[in-house]
């Protein structure tokens, strides 16, 4: 069984599992740093019972960085958004992976010495023309930073690791009955008549002032918060140490300037930076500015009016934000939008006389069994509007109702239903996709169960030390 898990541990799907379980960050509480006397506790993160401590974050941190170009990694460093993307992915990488391995320990799971020996031959970076080479392996390790003792305790986290989670690349048989209604589900047809009642089918005049002002009380338009915000610039090589270190002291420099008073603009000018004024934008808008990032853009929507952020780091240089105002969501004058509203009033109106003719199509369809409809035989993809589809197959046979969309309503009737006839080649593709969706499922449960059981906690303290 362990050389089975071991041999399907290099397909693809298992490589990827510890990558795929997900983990929630929970707080730990300021009572418990006060009371619990964890002033002096430098464990960054506690998963189930083990302790993750810094040395640890950094180095998985330092060995995603090794693996990095080196433009990624200036990238990286210049850019606070990145590295904090890097952080976050670091202690993901950190929290699944002692997740699987609390698994193995609590089932008692063991790889002895010689397993690890045996791994570590095996590796074909280390053998020479067929052979283990003790100078490849030794070579290798002092590049890639590892001691040996280091290099074998990974070595027996991951095989722990694969005994946990080599299981879920196993292949879950699906019943041929599950098969079978799946497939006649999928490829059954069905016989459906249809009306269509456009929108656009139906004129109507322009409306009085009062008829818009009716209107827009029962849909008003809101003008979203808009934030008016500038920047100061100071530019530097931020991957050249020298300009980096002279630019952070310019940057602190104008920062000491508006703290003591001046003004974004005034502070600039007196260290030949640069000044940037914003128009006013809303959260989501586009804005057409080279230096701010999502993440800066993110802050100035968390910050308060009439605040000046910290130094931060830009691929640039360094830049210290302003709030300047904040104009709070509201609805819009009614003189302001009333020429848009004269469309809107126009669209609604003949969405309600539209709806009155699909009901009347519909009466009389049900009354009297009269229809003038479109006659076609559909599958659930094709021969109808989409809309129609999906209400055709979600409906028993012998249905009649009216589908609304965005420019029509439908009046449907399902007539009848006709199975598929059996393709072998059809029904061998759906029973290999029901076998990589049960595979899934059976993941997603057994990560909810890892994520139950070993709970992850990041102690906030010592994380707004190191990342804040």
């Keep these: 069984m362990l050389e089975y898990l071991r041999n399907a541990a290099e397909k693809p799907v298992a490589k990827i599992l510890i990558s795929i379980l997900a983990f929630s960050f929970i707080g730990w509480g ?13 464990t960054l993160m506690r998963v189930g019972g083990h302790k993750v401590s810094m040395q640890q974050f950094n180095m998985e941190k330092s060995r995603e960085l090794a693996a990095m170009t080196r433009e990624q990694q200036r990238a990286t460093y210049a850019d606070p958004a990145l590295t904090a993307a890097l952080n976050a992915s670091v202690l993901g990488t950190i929290a699944s992976q002692q997740m699987a391995q609390n698994r193995a320990d609590d089932l008692g799971f063991v790889v002895t010495d010689g397993r690890i020996a045996r791994e570590i ?10 052979r283990f080479s003790t100078y490849l392996f030794s070579d290798v390790l002092r590049n890639s930073g590892y001691s040996e003792a280091d290099f074998a305790d990974v070595l027996r986290g991951q095989v722990l690791r694969q005994m946990v989670l080599g299981s879920m690349v196993m292949p879950i048989a699906v019943p041929k009955f599950a098969v079978l209604a799946a497939y006649n589900a999928r490829y059954a047809t069905r016989d459906i008549e249809y009306a269509t009642v456009n929108f656009s089918d139906y004129k109507v005049g322009t409306p009085t002032d009062d008829q818009l002002r009716e209107y827009y009380a029962q849909n008003p338009q809101v ?51 640069k000044f940037v004024a914003l128009k006013p934008f809303a959260k989501g808008e586009k804005i057409s500015d080279s230096v701010l990032t999502d993440a800066m853009i993110a802050k100035i929507f968390a910050m308060d009016e009439g605040t000046e952020s910290e130094i931060l780091e830009t691929k640039q240089g360094f830049v210290i934000i302003r709030l300047d105002a904040v104009a709070p969501e509201h ?38 069994n ?58 061998d593709a759906l029973r290999s996709e029901l076998i990589k969706a049960s595979s899934a499922y059976t993941l997603d449960d057994y990560n909810s169960f890892l994520k139950r059981t070993y709970p992850v906690k990041v102690n906030e303290k010592v994380y707004n030390r190191f990342f804040k």
Excluded: C
């Design 30 to 42: 300021v009572a418990e740093w006060i009371f619990s006397g964890t002033m002096g506790d430098n």
């Design 121 to 130: 031959r095996e590796f074909p970076e280390f053998q020479l023309n067929g």
């Design 223 to 273: 003008v979203p918060e808009q934030r008016t915000a500038s920047y100061v610039l100071v530019p530097a090589k931020m991957d050249t140490p020298d300009t980096y270190d002279a630019g952070y002291t310019l940057a602190q420099r104008v920062e000491d300037d508006i703290i003591s008073g001046d003004a974004l603009s005034v502070a600039a000018k007196k260290h030949d930076a």
């Design 331 to 368: 609805n819009a004058e009614y003189a302001s939008v009333k020429n848009n509203l004269i469309a809107d009033w126009k669209r609604a109106e003949q969405k309600k006389q539209a709806y009155v003719r699909a009901n009347e199509i519909l009466v009389d369809l049900n009354q009297n």
């Design 370 to 427: 009269k229809f003038n409809g479109k006659s076609a035989t559909v599958t659930r993809a094709n021969g109808a509007p989409i809309d129609v589809l999906a209400a055709a197959f979600n409906s028993p046979i012998n249905t009649n109702l009216i589908v609304p969309t965005n420019n029509a309503f439908y009046v449907l009737r399902v007539k009848s239903e006709k199975m598929p006839t059996t393709d072998k080649k059809r029904l």
